[in-house]
């Protein structure tokens, strides 16, 4: 029998084993170490990367970074997995999707590739900065540079840079993530959601070279004053400069800001932009320059705001009519691709949306940029969804710092007028304090901005209620009568009861319809049924007045592991369109119909429909 000091001893070393990863957990790569990257000319890193699953992280404990390339024959100790040779898979990609047994993996990966600064990357390096950024990665990134730890990111759905300059070395080195999606108590979100857990670099990766002085930031706006004539720039410069110019050419503006010790300064100025609007989708090229620095972005200039329980489009009154999407397709995973989001907004249009919500994490930012283009309103989500560890302050670091991320990334896109600080969470004291503190830091980074979250109704009470209402601009409901709740009597009953004195947008409603062979011809999960709730949602919702958007769940059927009876078989059919982004259920048209509608009531000009 060991003694207990023995057993205490042998305890403290199990628990001092399994503390590796802390070294590596530094979260070093956040909002604060974004550059700005439109108009910059990145070098592609996609491609084929070699490839390791590694669900014990023996990769950590053994330190494979650490192990230089050599020729198998030279090695003098064995190793469990060499990163410079064997499997390879494509980068940008879920690795779920590329093999049979890696479908339900979860845990750690190795993706590692050379960088030969004499090829492609070859150049002076003096004089310069070179930055690595990952456009996702699912959801804690390490990066490792000729076996130097570099900092890593957590957050599945934001991007990320890491700046390589002082660790470059002419000729081969060796870049290295290690890309962990295991589901654990302190993320966001947490262990349970109701989405597939895709793993891996799924967004581009990218090497941008900059000059010494790098534009670190820049938001550039129409002055939300009422007045639409009035921009304001924002403008974080890391380096020697001491001013930067904004371009506006067909605006005639060039103008100078001046930066503070800090790199940083804001400028605000007469013009009159042609205001943005999906009707009117009007964009501007726009310019900035520091030092021998430059970025460019294409950006529309609008006002959004809440009057009372309005929500309002440069002054006029908007009611968004929407559809939610999650950035999942039945191939490709969380991977999408510029094809895959002109159908999403083709099928939209078709819908006679205005509005997207963008469920429920940051999509891929090429969907705000077709989003301007193509005249769409978006409600952008950071994933604080269901429950999460509200009293965990690491937690909430996390939840803040993906916030950040994301409004950094999209704040110059006129498409986007809601940030969303989560979903479906439980009332209690702590999340009320957690999410107002995201909310409030929504605000504090972009006060042009609703913000909002989707809420449940208060059943206790049977109105919409919720003590985060005060603390947001918008109230998203998801109420599922005719579905989760049975009752149809009951959603009557709420809209009555309810005067949430805010502007409420159904962020989610819906029921699962499946298709084809096997599908139910009756009842719950039938195309009929789904069609039938569609039906009585938009006869009871049309007639409450504080109702001003609806995004129903979802466009298209879903991957989700927790969705296995008869007739899901691992998806959500909730969808209007089937899986293959291309069957379209009967619903489709109720609720097109209902749209057009209203969109030809406020085109009359008589308001509600
Ligand atoms: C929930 C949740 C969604 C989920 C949906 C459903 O409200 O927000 O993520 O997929 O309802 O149950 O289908």
Request: aromatic content about 10%; overall charge negative.
């Amino acid at each position: 029998m060991l003694e207990r000091s023995a057993l205490a001893e042998n305890a403290l070393q199990a628990l001092h084993d399994e503390d590796y990863d802390r070294p590596f957990n530094t979260q070093s790569l956040n909002h604060e170490t974004m550059i700005f990257t439109g108009g910059r000319r990145g070098i592609s890193l996609d491609g084929d990367w070699n490839f390791c699953v590694d669900l014990l992280d023996t990769g950590l404990r053994q330190k494979w970074f650490s192990m230089l390339p050599m020729p198998a024959e030279e090695r003098a100790e064995p190793w469990d997995y060499d990163p410079y040779e064997g499997e390879t898979v494509p980068v940008p990609s879920c690795w779920q999707m590329l093999k049979e047994k890696w479908y339900f993996f979860e845990g750690s990966a190795w993706y590692t590739r050379p960088l030969d600064m004499d090829g492609e990357l070859a150049g002076d390096l003096a004089g310069k900065r070179r930055f690595l950024r990952v456009g996702a990665a699912q959801y804690d990134c390490k990066v490792f540079l000729n076996g130097e730890f570099l900092g890593n990111h957590y957050g599945g759905s934001t991007p990320f840079f890491c700046e390589l300059t002082d660790h470059l070395r002419p000729g081969r080195n060796w870049l290295m993530l290690m890309v962990n999606n295991a589901r654990t108590l302190d993320r966001v979100p947490m262990r349970n959601t109701d989405w597939f857990n895709y793993g891996g670099v799924y967004r581009e990766v990218e090497l941008y070279e900059t000059p010494e002085t790098v534009i670190r930031d820049l938001f550039v706006h129409l002055v939300p004053d009422g007045s639409y004539a009035r921009i304001r720039a924002e403008v974080t410069v890391d380096g020697d400069a001491s001013e930067a110019v904004l371009e506006i050419p067909e605006l005639g503006i060039r103008q100078a800001v001046a930066l503070d010790a800090d790199g940083r300064g804001a400028v605000t100025f007469a013009a009159l932009p042609d205001l943005w609007s999906p009707d009117n989708p009007k964009l501007y090229d726009v310019a900035l320059t520091a030092g021998e620095d430059r970025v460019e972005d294409r950006v529309g200039f609008r006002q959004v705001e809440r009057a009372g329980d309005e929500i309002r489009l440069n002054g006029k009154e908007l009611f968004l009519r929407g559809i939610s999407v999650h950035e999942d397709d039945r191939d490709t995973g969380k991977v999408t691709s510029e094809a895959d989001l002109r159908r999403r907004f083709e099928h939209a249009r078709a819908l006679n949306c205005n509005y997207l919500r963008l469920a429920h994490y940051p999509h891929h930012e090429m969907a705000a940029r077709l989003a301007d283009e193509l005249g769409f309103l978006l409600w952008e989500e950071i994933p604080v969804y269901w429950a999460v560890a509200f009293d965990n302050p690491a937690t909430y670091r996390d939840a803040r710092n993906q916030l950040i991320e994301l409004v950094k990334r999209d704040r110059n896109r006129a498409s986007v007028v809601i940030w969303s600080v989560g979903n479906e969470n439980p009332d209690t004291d702590a999340r009320l304090a957690f999410m107002k503190g995201l909310a409030d830091t929504a605000k504090e980074f972009d006060p042009t901005r609703l913000t909002s979250a989707a809420c449940l109704v208060n059943h206790a009470r049977n109105r919409i209620e919720d003590r985060l209402a005060e603390h947001i601009d918008v109230i998203g409901i998801n109420e599922y009568y005719g579905w989760y709740e049975e009752n149809f009597e009951d959603l009557v009953a709420i809209g009555r009861n309810s005067d949430p004195g805010k502007p409420v947008v159904i962020s989610e409603t819906g029921a699962d319809g499946a298709i084809g062979e096997g599908a139910p011809a009756r009842g719950l999960f039938s195309e009929t049924y789904m069609t039938e709730v569609y039906r009585r949602q938009i006869a009871t919702l049309r007639g409450l007045s504080y109702v001003k958007g609806m995004s129903p769940w979802i466009l298209y059927d879903f991957r989700v592991e927790r969705r296995q009876n008869i007739f899901q078989r691992g998806y959500n059919k909730k969808g209007l369109i089937a899986a293959d982004k291309t069957t379209v259920k009967e619903a489709f048209d109720v609720l097109a119909s209902y749209y057009a509608e209203r969109r030809e009531a406020e085109a009359a000009g008589e308001g509600d429909a």
